[in-house]
């Protein structure tokens, strides 16, 4: 059964990470090892938000390769709601308005149904600690929470 997968920024960043460091890279490969099997398995969105976000990568080279890499995957309407929900996520401190990007993300997966958000950004999205207020403020507005999971917690989810 093909899930529902919002693709944010961090994704095809750490597909094509060159830092060192065996962070880094293990990031880079389950990426990496991620993405070849949700391809094929899953139905995989993204949105202008991260298309915008990506632009603005200094490196020419990395900045095609991820554009390239997210080309094919079908883009999530951006409406009049979700700036409405945003606003909300602002109001109850779900998200730094420093980070607005994060909120657009987490707006986008949860307005449109998607049944994960696929994220490295686990400071303001896939964080634990953050998810009974994002549920919270979620079921208020009558949206439904996808799971936040990073592509290591992704793999262990494959069948």
Known sequence: MNQLIYVETSIPSFYFETRPGAQMQARREWTREWWELAKWQDALFTSAVVITELEDTPADQKRRDMLDLIEPLPRLPYTDEIDAIVEV??????????????????ALASFHRCDMLATWNCKHIANPSKLPHIRLINGSLGLVTPQLLTPFELLETTP
């Open 89 to 106: 996520y602002f109001k109850h401190r779900i998200m730094p308005l420093e980070s607005g990007g994060d909120a657009h993300h987490l």
